[in-house]
T-cell receptor
Framework: AAGVIQSPRHLIKEKRETATLKCYPIPRHDTVYWYQQGPGQDPQFLIS???????DKGSIPDRFSAQQFSDYHSELNMSSLELGDSALYFC???????????FGPGTRLTVT | AQTVTQSQPEMSVQEAETVTLSCTYDTSENNYYLFWYKQPPSRQMILVIRQEAYKQQNATENRFSVNFQKAAKSFSLKISDSQLGDTAMYFC??????????FGTGTRLKVLA
């Protein structure tokens, strides 16, 4: 069965640089969620999209933005990167009205 | 605001034994879902078991079962016949309304040979 695809899997950036993380949901899943998991921490909800519209927003810094495209893939754009942005970023998807989310393998971002 | 609490940062269990991981939550919602996710060293989030709040019957998935006490807002995970492959971080998660997950801080489980 197809799973959520995230790219890249690993990313190394320097402070003040920008990064773009991509998420390709499971086919026919129209809702995408982004989570940030810092070292030794639980995943924290950042933002979600349903049918290309932002549906909920969590603790996402103003330096971050995200969008969902017509093919339902989503991108998380991160600017002015800080050391504290180093984390594992998960994308998850679900069909509309379904509570269960399917997680991708994550993108490990390291900011040096 | 909803909160999820896992009070056991670390636990260990002998192989083939049974272990119970605790989770409590706080919400004013009546309709919600609870999940247990396993995160092995690969960091992949793997769904272990789910529970719908409107269902009184406790969910079971092979060696995994839950004790869902809605009035007490408790959702514990029991792992029977523990295996070395069960060694992982376990997160309890809550969702309702807008569907975002709220995770607990996790319990690191180590299964000993």
């Amino acid at each position: 069965a197809a799973g959520v695809i995230q790219s890249p899997r690993h990313l190394i950036k320097e402070k003040r640089e920008t990064a773009t993380l991509k998420c390709y949901p499971i086919p026919r899943h129209d809702t995408v969620y982004w989570y940030q998991q810092g070292p030794g921490q639980d995943p924290q909800f950042l933002i979600s999209f349903y049918e290309k519209m932002q549906s909920d927003k969590g603790s996402i810094p103003d330096r971050f933005s995200a969008q969902q495209f017509s093919d339902y893939h989503s991108e998380l754009n991160m600017s002015s990167l800080e050391l504290g942005d180093s984390a594992l970023y998960f994308c998850a998807s679900s069909p509309r009205g379904v509570y269960e989310q399917y997680f991708g393998p994550g993108t490990r971002l390291t900011v040096t | 605001a909803q909160t999820v609490t896992q009070s056991q940062p670390e636990m260990s269990v002998q192989e083939a034994e049974t272990v119970t991981l605790s989770c409590t939550y706080d919400t004013s919602e009546n309709n919600y879902y609870l999940f247990w996710y396993k995160q092995p060293p690969s960091r992949q989030m793997i769904l272990v078991i789910r529970q719908e709040a409107y269902k009184q019957q406790n969910a079971t998935e092979n060696r995994f079962s839950v004790n869902f006490q809605k009035a007490a807002k408790s959702f514990s995970l029991k792992i029977s016949d523990s295996q070395l492959g069960d060694t992982a971080m376990y997160f309890c998660a809550f969702t309702s309304g807008t569907y975002k997950y709220i995770f607990g801080t996790g319990t690191r489980l180590k299964v000993l040979a």
